[in-house]
């Protein structure tokens, strides 16, 4: 398979993801998840019309946005955990960060983006279900976090995000995404400038869509199995 044919078979699956829930498939993103895959790799994906890349290591990610610095029409996307004595490298090359799960962090993201470029975009990470995981708040959390960010000037309040727990039963998969839609409405009642809520990845993207997802992040489907070895 072709990074080019990978990128129309799941182009489908979203338009028919959103058909079924009569929904535009305008109105989902498709984020390429292009993290340990080389920069040829990234620009096959070009090659067939994508734009939007994400990416989960810093170093890794800039490289990869200094690569490409001349394509002034990509769009990266900052989707792993952050220590915070490396917020100034996404503050200064990324346009959206996915993983925002603490005022200290959000501080400094304001604090450090370049004057010179547009407020970077920002999305709470919500952990939904994985009681295993660190990342993310509990949705307890959120309206505090959110009246926080949203008054820094240097970032938009953009939505939510979440990885839930691993399931394959679909109706499992919905039952968290199901929380998350809920919040993200609610959300949007207090805050006009909340239009994103980035859930689904290559083995839950359906169930995301169905429940309202309008970012899909897809690395797999893409991209292939990923080899940690070079990481
Ligand atoms: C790696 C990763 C993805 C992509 O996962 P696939 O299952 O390969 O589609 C999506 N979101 C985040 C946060 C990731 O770290």
Not at 18 to 44: F, G, N
Not at 100 to 114: E, G, H, S, V
Not at 127 to 147: F, H, M, T, V, Y
Request: charged share 25%; hydrophobic share 40%.
């Amino acid at each position: 398979m072709t990074i080019q044919s990978n990128i129309s078979d799941v182009k489908a699956r979203i338009e028919r993801a959103a058909a079924e829930c009569h929904r535009s498939s305008q109105d989902i993103t498709l984020l390429a998840v292009s993290k340990t895959k080389p920069c040829d790799a990234i620009l096959a994906a070009i090659e067939a019309g994508q734009r939007q890349f994400g990416e989960n290591y810093v170093q890794e990610g800039v490289e990869k946005i200094q690569f490409f610095a001349d394509r002034q029409d990509l769009v990266w996307h900052f989707i792993g955990p952050l220590q915070s004595n490396k917020s100034r490298l996404v503050a200064e090359h990324f346009d959206w960060f996915h993983t925002l799960d603490r005022q200290k962090i959000a501080q400094r993201l304001n604090d450090q983006r370049p004057s010179t470029k547009a407020p970077l975009n920002v999305l709470i990470q919500i952990n939904i279900s994985d009681e295993n995981s660190k990342s993310g708040i509990k949705l307890e959390q959120l309206a505090d976090l959110a009246k926080q960010v949203s008054q820094m000037p240097n970032l938009v309040f953009r939505g939510l995000m979440t990885i839930p727990a691993p399931e394959t039963d679909y109706q499992r998969q919905c039952e968290a995404f199901r929380k998350m839609e809920q919040a993200y409405k609610q959300l949007q009642i207090h805050y006009p400038s909340v239009d994103t809520l980035s859930m689904g990845m290559t083995d839950d993207m359906t169930a995301a869509i169905h429940c309202g997802s309008t970012l899909v992040r897809i690395g797999t489907a893409i991209f292939g199995a990923r080899d940690y070895h070079n990481v």
